[in-house]
């Protein structure tokens, strides 16, 4: 892989990686349609740990209080397992859960057979209407401070289906969100701040398969590369679907996305 591509690679996760489109989705197919050998998974993880930097530092002042808040809950008698940051931190940790054991069972499946084009154009197509219909039909009232245990596992839970490449992360927990009556700022929030465990700990994996040099065919400045242009280019599109989902609602993804599953379906067929 040469600069050039890791740096546009980089750019295309940054990208859909926080909007609702699927960067595994994208990753897959970028080098497909611009004649590249496939970069495999561990790149593709490498650009993740990137857009995990830049989560952790846009939400590095609501992360420390949810941190704080959480570790209160441990007092003697639970007196803060009420307040709203550790009720958030406790969402988090149970929102996690799932994928964390999905992923242990189907890595390997998702880096081999989990790639191919037409999985991704049905899951395109599936889950970008999914995401239409949570965002048209959904109450959007609620804020974060709704997020209990039960809600977080709820997630969680449709996060997990986000291992499957086409599917979004972003856009498979926002649209289980919107479903259980949070307005798209709050979804969009809880979204983001839900990528952290798992992002440390897909991270935290991989850091040490390079220690130990289980990971061949990449060097060692392209993983750096990766990251760095995911991490910075990645804290801008944060801020921007923020404020788009402030006052916009999410359809053109969702269009997108049934537009996009199309396409390859018929390039690829």
Not at 8 to 23: G, I, K, W
Not at 209 to 226: N, Q, Y
């Amino acid at each position: 892989m040469t600069p050039f591509q890791a740096v546009v690679l980089a750019l295309v996760q940054a990208a859909t990686e926080f909007l609702p489109v699927s960067s595994s989705g994208h990753l897959i197919l970028m080098p497909r349609l611009l004649g590249w050998s496939d970069q495999g998974l561990e790149f593709d993880i490498a650009t993740n740990t990137g857009t995990l930097l830049a989560v952790v530092a846009y939400f590095r002042r609501e992360l420390v209080e949810i941190a704080r808040g959480w570790s209160l809950s441990f007092r003697p008698g639970g007196a803060g397992a009420c307040e709203p940051a550790a009720r958030l931190g406790w969402a988090l940790i149970w929102g996690t859960v799932p994928a964390g054991l999905v992923g242990l069972l189907i890595k390997d499946w998702v880096s081999s057979h989990g790639r191919d084009p037409r999985l991704i154009a049905t899951t395109a197509i599936v889950y970008g209407l999914l995401l239409g219909v949570a965002d048209r039909l959904g109450r959007k009232r609620l804020g974060l401070a709704a997020i209990g245990k039960r809600e977080g596992f709820l997630i969680g839970c449709a996060q997990a289906l986000a291992l499957v490449p086409g599917t979004s992360r972003s856009g498979v927990t926002m649209t289980a969100a919107l479903g259980l009556g949070l307005d798209r700022t709050a979804a969009a929030r809880f979204a983001f701040l839900l990528s952290v465990p798992v992002g440390v700990l897909v991270g935290a994996k991989q850091a040490l398969d390079f220690a130990r040099g289980e990971i061949v065919g990449l060097a060692g400045s392209t993983i750096l590369v990766g990251i760095a242009v995911s991490a910075v280019a990645g804290y801008l599109v944060i801020a921007a679907l923020l404020a788009w989902v402030r006052t916009r609602p999410l359809l053109v993804f969702s269009v997108y996305r049934v537009l996009l599953g199309l396409v390859l379906f018929a390039y690829f067929s």
